[in-house]
């Protein structure tokens, strides 16, 4: 680097030059104008970890499709607006590629009337603490992507509340015995 280059006082000390001359080695090899790195449409696919960084995107997934990633970033701000909301859990499930979540609080608390036909899929156990919620997923997911919900919910659900269960209504593999089970898909609710 030239002094023409250096953007630092003369009075800098040495480790803040050093620091400056890693930082411009770094983006010597970046050929994207700075508004194309900002734009989650345009950032080059090996720079979305650290936009995602810069975004403070909680939860990250190198293994998400192109597309989830750049859904995520695009949400981000969204969900950082709305962090603590029900709308947040909704935004961030459904851009990590969740689709939409349905998220029930108070679960049990309604009063049998007779307006909903018993089919099983409700009891009428003790309700749910008011503080307590579920989560309904519309496609089913494995193990790990439980944990993957599992965080993304403690990122951006509030604080004082916690997850009593993950449900989903369809299967992903049929109970046929062709299947071993080794631990990677669930039963319905993980």
Same mark, same amino acid.
């Given at each position: ?80 607006? *709305? ?6 859990? #909704? =935004?961030?499930?459904?851009? @990590?590629?969740?689709? %939409?979540?349905?998220? !029930?609080?108070?679960?049990?608390w309604d009063f ?24 309904? *997923?519309?496609?089913?997911?494995t193990v790990d #992507? =439980?944990?993957?919900?599992? @965080?993304?919910?403690? %990122?951006?659900?509030? !604080? ?18 062709r299947i071993t ?10």
């Amino acid at each position: 680097m030239s002094d023409i280059d250096r953007l630092l006082p003369p009075n800098a000390t040495a480790s803040e030059r050093a620091i400056e001359t890693v930082i411009a080695e770094r983006t010597v090899g970046i050929d994207a104008p700075i508004s194309k790195l900002w734009n989650a449409d345009t950032c080059p696919e090996e720079l979305l970890p650290w936009m995602a960084w810069a975004l403070s995107v909680e939860t990250w997934d190198h293994d998400w499709s192109e597309s989830a990633k750049r859904e995520v970033l695009r949400n981000s701000i969204h969900v950082h607006r *709305l962090k603590g909301t029900l709308q947040s859990v #909704q =935004a961030a499930l459904k851009s @990590a590629g969740y689709g %939409d979540a349905e998220v !029930i609080e108070r679960y049990g608390w309604d009063f049998y009337d007779g307006a909903a036909s018993y089919d099983g899929s409700i009891t009428y156990a003790e309700p749910d603490h008011w503080a307590e919620y579920r989560v309904k *997923l519309v496609r089913p997911i494995t193990v790990d #992507q =439980a944990n993957q919900v599992r @965080a993304i919910l403690r %990122d951006v659900a509030p !604080i004082r509340c916690h997850l009593k269960a993950l449900d989903f209504t369809e299967a992903l593999n049929t109970y046929n015995a062709r299947i071993t089970n080794d631990g990677q898909f669930t039963h319905g609710v993980a």
